[in-house]
């Protein structure tokens, strides 16, 4: 455990350049590894891991089902582009 939440960033930043430069048969630990250094940057913030994961999991079905409904039925046959702009005007609103 680091002192302050500066070694907790360092170790997150250095895990994604290790996953991003992984070879394909090592991506799978690598990406273990940058799960484990953010669980560890959030607990030197003094929150619990598992309960910011649940709020974005909520948060984030929030926010699609709204951009779902502003589609009116028609949202996988939007461009990507179109499903951004959706995206950020539920962001917008949600706040």
Known sequence: DWPDTQGPAQK??????ELAEASPDKRLEEAG???FAAVNLV???GLKA???LRAANDKFERRYRAMEELAGGAFARLSLEE???LWQQVKRQDG
Do not use: F, G, K, S
């Not at 997150?12 to 350049?17: H, K």
């Open 12 to 17: 997150l930043l250095e895990e994604t350049r």
């Open 83 to 85: 499903q951004e702009a």
């Open 43 to 45: 607990r030197a913030y």
């Open 50 to 52: 598992e309960e910011a």
């Open 33 to 35: 590894d940058l799960l």
